[in-house]
């Protein structure tokens, strides 16, 4: 079975005369027969795709190669979203914010986790030899995360650390309010539309837990807000237009809201499908979640939503 690199040097594939005992990281690398029991203990849940069941020959080259670089772009970002919750995590703490804050982002922590291995192993049950026919698409790069470290409070402070909300407010409306909110409509089209039962067992799997982040970021940023100073405010308002746009580049695939405004999209199974969405779907979803769930829920905190909507065209 093939490997998703990632890492310094990882478009070459393994470097096994510059490192014959431990070469290339790869995403889905054993580690010892004891911290794989432990793994498979904390993070897999049953069902478990069967994905030796899978039948590649029933499928032709082309569809598999398609669903796979899809499969593969969902595991780095799933990859990333590991990243973004361990910073999250780190700076709640540092924040002093209540355990019942950390609790649930350590089952976050847990389900990307999850969510990066099966994506991963989906790409690679479509395509097993991709990641050395076609090394980039399938790489892992060092994760980013889409803002600035966070700050650090005074150690000695009994102030509470106003300038961490602030910061953790963008992220936690980032990754979960916007982030796991788009995941949700996107993962059950995914779902819908693959006629193949390991693909669509893989997105129910991750499906079902994107409706806990999601609910956890809204939650989240719900205690945060009342706790942001006017700096704070003005910083999260700042923010906004930015995160709207990173995510129409991101999502709605070159598509602006004029070129599916009125378009009717179906949802169904219908030719073989692996686990794919067209560029349309992508974007009909991107817009009509903004639209009906992530808009609405930022008004609702009295964040001026409108306004950042209508700014972040400048920044498309």
Not at 134 to 143: G, I, L, M, S
Not at 182 to 204: G, N, Q
Request: net charge negative; with cysteine.
């Amino acid at each position: 079975m093939g490997t998703l690199y990632f890492g310094a040097g990882a478009a070459e594939g393994p470097a096994e005369e510059a490192a014959p005992d431990f070469g290339v990281p790869t995403l889905l690398d054993g580690v010892s027969e004891r911290l794989g029991a432990m793994h498979r203990h904390q993070v897999h849940r049953d069902p478990w795709p069967d994905f030796a069941a899978f039948d590649r020959d029933a499928y032709p080259f082309a569809l598999r190669r398609a669903a796979a670089v899809q499969w593969a772009g969902r595991a780095r970002n799933e990859h990333g979203s590991v990243h973004q919750f361990s910073a999250l995590l780190h700076a709640f703490s540092e924040a002093r914010a209540p355990v019942e804050m950390l609790g649930p982002l350590t089952r976050l922590l847990t389900d990307e986790v999850r969510h990066a291995e099966l994506c991963a192993a989906m790409a690679l049950a479509c395509d097993p030899e991709g990641p050395e026919r076609e090394p980039a698409v399938f790489r892992f790069a060092v994760p980013r995360a889409p803002w600035r470290d966070a700050p650090r409070p005074a150690r000695d402070s009994e102030e509470p650390p106003v300038r961490l909300y602030a910061w953790a407010a963008d992220a936690v409306l980032t990754a979960c309010c916007i982030g796991e909110t788009l995941s949700r409509p996107l993962l059950a089209a995914v779902e819908t539309v693959a006629t193949e039962p390991t693909a669509a067992a893989v997105a129910a799997q991750i499906l079902r837990d994107e409706h806990l982040h999601a609910s956890f970021g809204w939650e989240a940023l719900t205690w945060l807000v009342p706790r942001l100073d006017d700096e704070g405010r003005a910083f999260l308002r700042e923010q906004l237009p930015r995160r709207f746009a990173g995510f129409e580049r991101s999502t709605a695939c070159g598509l602006r809201a004029e070129d599916v405004v009125d378009q009717e999209l179906v949802i169904a199974p219908g030719e073989p499908n692996l686990g794919t969405l067209t560029k349309q779907a992508y974007a009909v979803i991107f817009f009509a979640t903004f639209e009906q769930e992530i808009l609405p829920g930022l008004r609702a905190l009295d964040l001026d939503a409108d306004w950042a909507w209508s700014a972040r065209l400048s920044l498309l």
